[in-house]
C-alpha cells in the first residue's frame, strides 16, 4: 500500500496562476479531504469528498475546486493563485462509516506564490 | 460547530519525564471522536491515539495516553518516559461520529522540545 500519495511536493506560482495539487490513496477510502496549515496553525478544511461524484466545502473553500470522479483521486485546484494561498497543502482520506477511524494524511504540497 | 483549544504554544521536559499537553473542546455532536497527532520537523501527520466519547475508559497506546474528562471538556495527552525523538508539534483534533462529514477540527498545536 502506497497510503495517501501527494504531488508535487514543492511549487512555486506566480499571483494569477493556476494549477492542480493532485492527491492519490489505494485503501479504498470513501472520505477524502484537503487542510492547508498555514504557519504557527492548526490544519483547516478546505474542501471534502464523502464518495465518487460528491463534494462540499469547508471552512476556507475560496479560490479552490474539487472534484472526484473516481474513489482513488480527490484533486484540489487553484483557480487564480493568489499570495495569501501560500501554505502547506495536506490531503488526507478515511473510511466514512465510523467517525472513530483515523485519517491518514499524504506527505503534504508545500506552496508558495509570490 | 467544533472548537479546539490548546493553550500551550510551547513546552519543555527533561529527557525520561512525563510530559502532559492540553486539550480543550466544544462541541454540540452528542457523539465526537478526539485525536492526537504528532507533526515532527519533516512536515508530516502521525496518528497517535484516538479516543471516543462514549469511551469508558482512557485510550492508551505504547507511552502515550489521553486523560479524557468529559464533564470538563478536555482530552490531554500525556507522553510517558520522554524521548528525544518526541520534540515536534502535537495537535489536538475533533471529529463528529454521526454525520456523514468526517472532517477533523484542529487546535493551534503544542510545539514540544525534549532536553537531554
Known amino acids: 500500500n502506497a497510503g495517501v500519495t501527494q504531488t508535487p511536493k514543492f511549487q512555486v506560482l506566480k499571483t494569477g496562476q493556476s494549477m492542480t495539487l493532485q492527491c492519490a490513496q489505494d485503501m479504498n477510502h470513501e472520505y477524502m479531504s484537503w487542510y492547508r496549515q498555514d504557519p504557527g496553525m492548526g490544519l483547516r478544511l478546505i474542501h471534502y469528498?464523502?464518495?465518487?461524484?460528491?463534494?462540499d466545502q469547508g471552512e476556507v473553500p475560496n479560490g479552490y475546486n474539487v472534484s472526484r470522479s473516481t474513489t482513488e483521486d480527490f484533486p484540489l485546484r487553484l483557480l487564480s493563485a493568489a499570495p495569501s494561498q501560500t501554505s502547506v497543502y495536506f490531503c488526507?482520506?478515511?473510511?466514512?462509516?465510523?467517525?472513530?477511524?483515523?485519517?491518514?494524511f499524504g506527505p503534504g504540497t508545500r506552496l508558495t506564490v509570490t | 460547530a467544533q472548537k479546539i483549544t490548546q493553550t500551550q504554544p510551547g513546552m519543555f521536559v527533561q529527557e525520561k519525564e512525563a510530559v502532559t499537553l492540553d486539550c480543550t473542546y466544544d462541541?454540540?455532536?452528542?457523539?465526537?471522536?478526539l485525536f492526537w497527532y504528532k507533526q515532527p520537523s519533516s512536515g508530516e501527520m502521525i496518528f497517535l491515539i484516538y479516543q471516543g466519547s462514549y469511551d469508558q475508559q482512557n485510550a492508551t497506546e505504547g507511552r502515550y495516553s489521553l486523560n479524557f474528562q468529559k464533564a470538563r471538556k478536555s482530552a490531554n495527552l500525556v507522553i510517558s518516559a520522554s524521548q528525544l525523538g518526541d520534540s515536534a508539534m502535537y495537535f489536538c483534533a475533533m471529529r463528529a461520529r454521526d454525520t456523514g462529514r468526517r472532517a477533523l477540527t484542529f487546535g493551534s498545536g503544542t510545539r514540544l522540545q525534549v532536553q537531554p
Open positions: 469528498s464523502v464518495g465518487a461524484g460528491i463534494t
Open positions: 462541541t454540540s455532536d452528542p457523539s465526537y471522536g
Open positions: 488526507a482520506s478515511s473510511y466514512v462509516s465510523d467517525g472513530s477511524q483515523e485519517q491518514y
